[in-house]
């Protein structure tokens, strides 16, 4: 989806409106402030702030995004949301605000939510559950969440996507992607951080949560990788009266994670809770490459029996084994304080620059590490260490890489959490033997003859495709220039291959 002229047109009428909504919460201020502008552009948002900035409008760049957003719309809020995984856009303090921004909405009323059930199940209310809430228990701006029980006796919680949401998403996203390609066409030192691309991984994200059966997949997906796991459990959900409309899914019943008063009252231990979070957390991104994305407090509770209950899994996670493989050697290297080699794994996965040099990397990467390192979560912020090695990233012209984006806002979620939850936690020494049996088990040899295995049946899947493409391409070619294409073509494809399984 890309928007048209008139899309931008109609984007740019509505800047003055987006500008000052922006100035009277104060963010303008902070904008100025970003090197990455035209010097012109600096001192335009600057003079605006003076001009138009409220004066309640809090100085936290953060809040004050956030305040903004509020104003802007809901459609604005799901955006700021989405922004939040954008930490090396907005820096680590309105990444944490954005992330925290609760969408809330009026709940549409109990007579439509009905209709809606009877509309989606093609029977009436009564024959689908014996119990249903007028009131709904959340209402947010895509969909609002009724409590139920079904006919057998089990508590349910019922999604509903709201009346006619999918048109108004879509004039959302058509408005972002003309804002984004306007900022990249007056400020092209914005373009390294690839706002258009931060918008299309909007669009995915609301395409996901617009069809409830994605969600569906991913908390059964989910289900499945930590079905053996202990300490952890995922609702079930009810396939059979599950549509791309309505979700029905196991209602949970405990004590949020961030309510240490409640969970100590409960007896639960809060040494035991944070060292099964991190084991969750670490086998879901190392493990299976399959992560919870939005866990904020809201979103994990815990059970009598003490096992962690995640919900809502609109937003999920996915890191390739190529990825978690490089994640992994990096937190290897980090824990080693080997910063010579975080700085070669930077190069070696096509981040860094052919002029960049790499003791420079290494050194500034010691500088912002080392002070870190070994210390509880109560006395560092990964925040902080965080927003200085984005830093970097823009000193040393660190290409942005998209598939981390989520991970990296739900790092600072979990740092949030675990925070509140226990302070005292080391989280190095977790992340250590965690980390180095993941490496012995699944980064193997065994583990990468598999995926060389895989990827060379995937070439030599395609093969066939490439050739026909090929033949076709060398019709237009002399006669003498196409013999023996297709012998060369294998080799080369053998040789990615054989290539990939090495590096």
Known sequence: MRPSLWHTILALLRVPAIAWHLGRAGVLGHVGKI?????????????????????????????????????????FVKFGQALSTRADIIGPGMSLSLSLLQDRLPAFHSSVAQRLVESETGAPLAETFSDFASEPVAAASIAQVHKATLLDGRQVAVKLLRPNIERRMRANTLLFFALANIMEWVAPGLRRL??????????????????????????????DNLREDDGIHVPWVDLERSTSRMLVIEWIEGIRIDDVSALRAAGHDIGQLTEAAANSFFNQVFRDGFFHADMHPGNIFIAPNGKLIPIDFGIMGHLDFADRLFLARLLMAMLDRDYDMVAKLHMNAGMLGEDVSLHRFAQSVRAVADPVMGKTIGDVSLGTVLGQIFQLSTRFEIEVQPQF?????TMMMAEGVARQLNPNADM???????????????????????????????????????????EDRSHQLPQNSNKNLAIPLSIIAFLVAIISFFT
């Open 428 to 470: 190095w020494s977790l992340s250590r033997p965690l980390a180095m049996q993941w490496m012995a088990d699944q980064a193997g040899l065994a583990k990468r003859a598999e995926n060389f295995l895989e990827d060379t049946m995937s070439v030599a899947a395609r093969l066939p495709r490439l050739l026909k493409e090929l």
């Open 194 to 223: 690839k706002l258009v691309t931060a918008v299309q991984q909007f669009v995915e994200i609301s395409e996901i949560e617009l069809d409830l059966r994605m969600e569906a997949a991913a908390a059964g997906r989910l289900a």
């Open 405 to 409: 984006n989520l991970l990296q806002k």
């Open 35 to 75: 090197t990455l502008l035209p010097s012109w552009m600096q001192r335009c948002c600057l003079f605006l702030d003076r001009l138009v900035r409220s004066r309640t409008a809090t100085k936290d760049a953060g809040v004050a995004l956030a305040n903004a957003l509020l104003r802007l719309g809901p459609g």
